[in-house]
């Protein structure tokens, strides 16, 4: 079974899993590893430990060696030619007018590759930038654009709490963070306060969500009445650190808030009390709540479903109301009470009652008149 090790290799780079080699390493151990940027003088800063705390089916790189006195001579003239890169560079990228910032340079411990890091709000074209460093430095020059947080890990600094920054002194990899966790543990939403040194929101959010998520599912919701030692009252504010409880407690015309921990709280069972409520309503309001669930499923037919008439397949209102006073002339169910009353409308061309009566006699009328003329004119033709 291997003995793993792990290494790193920058000030505040991840830490890599290595293979020891049967080497004795202890923590703070300087050697010499094969990187993907080439070989690498790294320290270790987690002692061996077996094969199985490693994740299986990944094979790790073996290390080289124990660094000697000259290879971490090499390191410290390295860091120096280091310094001097940057300042060459901001140099250039002055004269060149470009829109980007220069974080770090990386130089590989062979000195065959040199790497800047810079960030920008967008892309960046500096070709004419590498080709000026290639021919100050005679080496191969490579550009990386990255994020705010990853500048922050490499400059360092201090966070709100007074500490040094998480991602600059343990952190291995960024976890996901969201403006949800903030309002999970009632923080300030205003971004000064919840965001680090590099503008986003803060690492340490990620810390205590899993705790906040577990116990809120235990405690009472804000404005619930529990029961406490002291009567009963309304939850006003959960401190979820302490797991404790805050009471409005109501004594007359006076209140008082009360902190209990939760242990000493009873959540009161009101929604018992509204099952009970409704199984003692009276039989009449049962009685109307079941006609008025039945009867819509009866008139379906009449009411989901209207025959449609003429071209346009416009639905007719009349036969609602035909169907509606056919049911209650045969007395099988009562009229819908979802359709209302039928609205009876007057025809404007139908004759009042007390005008029929006097109907056939104008018509008779009409008819004397008429012969009487046909007459004359049969008689004044004759002559």
Known sequence: MATVVGIRFQKNGNVCNYD????????????IAETAHGIDLGQVVVGCRQAEDVQSGISLKKVLRIATEK??????????KEKEAYEVCQKKIAEHKLDMKLVSVEYA???????????ANGRVDFRSLVKDLASIFKMRIELRQIGVRDEARMLGGLGPCGRPICCGSFLDEFQPVSIKMAKEQNLSLNPTKISGVCGRLMCCLKYEQDHYEQTRKIMPRVGREVHTPDGAGVVTDLNIVKETVFVRITNGDSSEIKEYPLD???KSSSSTVLVSQTEESSPE???HDESACTEPEQNDKVQDH??????NGRRSGNIRQGNSRKAEKEGNQKPN???????????????PASRQQDQPEKKAATSS????????AIDSISE
């Open 20 to 31: 020891a080699n049967n080497l004795d390493l202890k923590p703070d151990d300087f050697v």
């Open 71 to 80: 290879d971490l001579q090499n390191g410290s003239d390295i860091r120096i």
């Open 109 to 119: 411990f062979d000195n065959s590759k040199a790497m800047f890091y810079f960030t």
């Open 264 to 266: 000493r709280i009873e």
């Open 285 to 287: 309001e049962n009685v």
């Open 306 to 311: 209207p025959p449609r008439n003429g071209k």
């Open 337 to 351: 009470p979802a359709l209302g009353k039928p609205v009876m409308r007057e025809n404007p061309n139908r004759i």
């Open 369 to 376: 008149s008429w012969a009487d003329a046909v007459r004359k």
